[in-house]
């Protein structure tokens, strides 16, 4: 049974109320915490990675890796947890790049941007998780298209880097 914190939309925990996941239906204006983080590597290039075919959106790529807060965890927490489980990458100096809120899943997305040196060649996959990676560009990136792409939330946040 995985467990979350519950926030309101300005972010703040609400005391005395936690939320089971895919057992309780969160009321409206509750939300629980997601962390997704882009990874770049130094020589520029971005990693995208292909959702396992036994996932909703399967065999479709993302710029991410993320997932959802565990109750007690601050999103940075969450941040490195997810990133190592789904990439085998350790990373200390994860940016803050932006925050979204999705109503209808009553989620705060908080984006993270990890830019590694690790050797590209060393993406652990999570099994069940993802299947496939590979390196792409940031113009490549950028002009994924939906049908390929899961999301395009983070790629709002992408445009304005660097």
Same mark, same amino acid.
């Given at each position: 049974?995985?467990?979350?914190?519950?926030?309101?939309?300005?972010?703040?925990?609400?005391?005395?109320?936690? =939320?089971?996941? +895919?057992?309780?239906?969160?009321? $409206?204006?509750?939300?629980?915490?997601?962390? !997704? /983080?882009?990874?770049?590597?130094?020589?520029?290039?971005?990693?995208?990675?292909?959702?396992?075919?036994?996932?909703?959106?399967?065999?479709?790529?993302?710029?991410?890796?993320?997932?959802?807060?565990?109750?007690?965890?601050?999103?940075?927490?969450?941040?490195?947890?997810? =990133?190592?489980? +789904?990439?085998?990458?350790?990373? $200390?100096?994860?940016?803050?790049?932006?925050? !979204? /809120?999705?109503?209808?899943?009553?989620?705060?997305?908080?984006?993270?941007?990890?830019?590694?040196?690790?050797?590209?060649?060393?993406?652990?996959?999570?099994?069940?998780?993802?299947?496939?990676?590979?390196?792409?560009?940031?113009?490549?990136?950028?002009?994924?298209?939906?049908?390929?792409?899961?999301?395009?939330?983070?790629?709002?946040?992408?445009?304005?880097?660097?």
């Amino acid at each position: 049974m995985e467990l979350w914190d519950a926030y309101d939309s300005k972010f703040n925990k609400i005391d005395n109320l936690t =939320l089971v996941r +895919e057992k309780d239906k969160i009321p $409206n204006g509750v939300y629980h915490l997601v962390c !997704d /983080i882009g990874v770049r590597h130094v020589d520029g290039s971005y990693l995208i990675m292909q959702r396992s075919t036994n996932k909703t959106f399967g065999g479709m790529w993302e710029f991410t890796s993320g997932g959802s807060a565990l109750k007690g965890e601050s999103p940075i927490e969450c941040a490195k947890r997810e =990133l190592f489980e +789904e990439t085998g990458i350790v990373c $200390n100096e994860l940016v803050e790049i932006g925050r !979204d /809120i999705c109503e209808e899943r009553h989620s705060i997305y908080v984006e993270f941007l990890c830019v590694t040196g690790q050797d590209k060649n060393n993406i652990i996959l999570q099994e069940g998780e993802t299947q496939d990676y590979k390196w792409v560009s940031k113009e490549e990136l950028l002009s994924l298209k939906e049908d390929k792409l899961v999301t395009k939330r983070m790629q709002k946040f992408l445009k304005e880097l660097n």
